[in-house]
Nanobody, 122 residues
Framework: VQLQASGGGLVQAGGSLRLSCAASGRTFSSYGMGWFRQPPGKEREFLALISRSGTDTYYADSVKGRFTISRDNAKNTVDLLMSSLKPEDTAVYYC????????????????WGQGTNLTVSS
């Protein structure tokens, strides 16, 4: 599967933004999906995951209640709706796919998008 993330940009603190990840290739519903981010000078970190059917989700504590992951298997997309954005949310955001059940571990994902930049200004 090939993944293409989009939707990043510059947003003010407190604002909202939706990231989208479009998938092509094998059947999208075969993949568990996750969103990760890498802040400047830091390691990549887990944000959210969603099961193949979309019925199960899980979030990192740092974004719980502010970010929402969703998927549309008919459109081959997975979105990350982000609200109440903070300057510390500034990072490169990545979507990832796994043929296993999705986890918080980046090493468990076989396919990665190219990343989309988000800058949150104070």
């Amino acid at each position: 599967v090939q993944l293409q993330a989009s939707g990043g940009g510059l947003v003010q603190a407190g604002g909202s933004l939706r990231l989208s990840c479009a998938a092509s290739g094998r059947t999208f519903s075969s993949y568990g999906m996750g969103w990760f981010r890498q802040p400047p000078g830091k390691e990549r970190e887990f944000l959210a995951l969603i099961s193949r059917s979309g019925t199960d989700t899980y979030y990192a504590d740092s974004v719980k209640g502010r970010f929402t992951i969703s998927r549309d298997n008919a459109k081959n997309t997975v979105d990350l709706l982000m609200s109440s954005l903070k300057p510390e949310d500034t990072a490169v955001y990545y979507c990832a796919a796994t043929l296993r059940s999705p986890t918080t571990l980046s090493a468990e994902y076989q396919y990665w998008g190219q990343g989309t930049n988000l800058t949150v200004s104070s």
